[in-house]
Antibody, heavy 121, light 107 residues
Framework: EVQLVESGGGLVQPGGSLRLSCAASGFTFSSYAMSWVRQAPGKGLEWVSG????????YNADSAKGRFTISRDNSKNTLYLQMNSLRAEDTAVYYC??????????????WGQGTLVTVSS | DIQLTQSPSFLSASVGDRVTITCRASQGISSYLAWYQQKPGKAPKLLIY???TLQSGVPSRFSGSASGTEFALTITSLQPEDFATYYC?????????FGGGTKVEIK
């Protein structure tokens, strides 16, 4: 059974940093690209960052560029999101998601339960 | 960046109704589009990928279609468990974006 379990969320002051983790199991983690998606309270989904299966390539939404760094440790089956210079507008539930390919068509087929990040003084 | 405009943002319907949600892309994305269902406090669930292919285990009352840059999710005969928020997502390239969401509520 595929499982994605996020951790590391919490309350942080504006300007602070936080590192989120996503522990993966039930599939060959090193074979799949992964992403972080967030959802501010009462709002819609926002894709934040993505990383290739090997970790060699990373991609960020404009909202994350220069502040967030996605990485992975395939030996530990774990995905990370290092978040620096946090702002109030970064307050959200952060989900990790597995990206699969159906032929050449990708989709996010499994999601974690999410971890809440609150940026407030 | 590719923008997705989803409509309506809110929809009130009754059990048994047929409902259609549309998603318009700001540029061509071929069929690199997925639909997700999200219930309160839960993670999104993949319903449809490649614009029109039903994910395994998803009821056949859900269907997806595409015409150019306009995509649609249709639910025939709405069931009580279908009341949720639905999102489209484009996966063309490497910068993925979601539509704003459509909340389907009970009339």
């Amino acid at each position: 059974e595929v499982q994605l379990v996020e951790s590391g969320g919490g309350l942080v002051q504006p300007g602070g940093s936080l590192r989120l983790s996503c522990a993966a199991s039930g599939f060959t983690f090193s074979s799949y690209a992964m992403s972080w998606v967030r959802q501010a309270p009462g709002k819609g989904l926002e894709w934040v960052s993505g990383i290739s299966a090997s970790g060699a390539s990373t991609y960020n939404a404009d909202s994350a560029k220069g502040r967030f760094t996605i990485s992975r440790d395939n030996s530990k089956n774990t995905l990370y999101l290092q978040m620096n210079s946090l702002r109030a507008e970064d307050t959200a539930v952060y989900y990790c998601a597995k990206r699969t390919h159906y032929g050449d068509k990708p989709a996010f087929d499994y999601w974690g339960q999410g971890t809440l990040v609150t940026v407030s003084s | 960046d590719i923008q997705l405009t989803q409509s309506p943002s809110f929809l009130s319907a009754s059990v048994g109704d047929r409902v259609t949600i549309t998603c318009r892309a700001s540029q061509g994305i071929s069929s690199y589009l997925a639909w997700y269902q999200q219930k309160p406090g839960k993670a999104p669930k993949l319903l449809i990928y490649a614009a029109s292919t039903l994910q395994s285990g998803v009821p056949s009352r859900f269907s997806g279609s595409a015409s150019g840059t306009e995509f649609a999710l249709t639910i025939t005969s709405l069931q009580p468990e279908d009341f949720a928020t639905y999102y489209c997502q484009q996966l063309n390239g490497y910068l993925f974006t979601f539509g704003g969401g459509t909340k389907v509520e009970i009339k």
